[in-house]
């Protein structure tokens, strides 16, 4: 076992006091960095929105109300200060003659204007209700120009929604934090290259790991937040309009007016005839068992009637015979 001189003893426990004070003092730091950074979802969610009349820009102009914009109106700048850090989302609906010619139109477009599809939820089965969403990603200073050429060229726009978060604040908070939380990483890494105790280096390695992912994660926030400021998000709603009503053709109109006089007369005095025969004919089919029944019964009364009449005639004739004998014969 290795014994420490006196010098050297008192050389270490310098350096040891050195540690513990350089990692108390970074360990305020870090704590208030931590207490000032939020998660990416509650900075947007924090943030207002056109649709709710807010103010996006910070300029005092009132939030963009799609049912009071005229459809052949242009479409106003979406981005007013390009110093602001925005996070751009909207949705516009379109509708559109042919649903699947529309669809090459938009994507070709969104290229035109630097977007690519990110996402797309289509049904094209049947052409006259075909209808779907084309999602797109495109830098945010092409949003206006993109928008304003779907409208004639595509269809005709029948929706405008959209939401701007404001998040130049967050970034700028997020980028001091990671500044202060670099500065924190290369003093403990500094502490740990001057480390001479295995109890000093493994306090110093479990603290740099801490403040390395911490680091990280500020990072990783930043990323997040730049990326969805540098490429807006672009909702196209897709619907097909309904077809047109058929115009009067005049070479139906004689037929027309026939249909109001008399050959409409003559069609209802037809149907009326034939619903009476069928009406008729339903009626002997379900009458002809009992009429069969009867004819028979019929029958049988009439032939013992006059088997009885017969019996009758021929009892009346011997009786009458005697009666006729004894009569005197006349003397001529």
Known sequence: MTTLRPGNARGATAIAASALFFLAACGDDDKSAIEESRPVDEVVADNQSISAGSDSTGNGEGALNPAELPQSAPLPNVIADPSRQLIITMTVGVEVADAATAVDKVILLAARHGGQLYDSQLDLTDPETASGDLVFKMPPAEVQAFMSGLD???????????????????????????????????????????AKTLDDVIRLEVEFTNRQTHLEQLRAQQTTLNGLVSLATITVHLTTAPPAPAPQIIENLPHTMDKKGVGAAFDKGWNAFLDVLVALALVVGYSAPFLVLAGLALALVWRVRRRMARARSGYAAPASEPSRSNEPSSVG
């Not at 005709?156 to 970034?171: A, C, E, F, H, K």
């Not at 997020?174 to 500094?190: G, H, K, P, T």
């Open 152 to 194: 004639p060229a595509v269809g005709r726009r029948t929706g405008l929604d959209g939401t701007t978060s404001d998040v130049t604040t967050q970034i700028a908070d997020l980028d001091a934090q990671i500044l202060a939380a670099e500065a924190s990483v290369d003093r403990i890494r500094a502490l740990l290259e001057t």
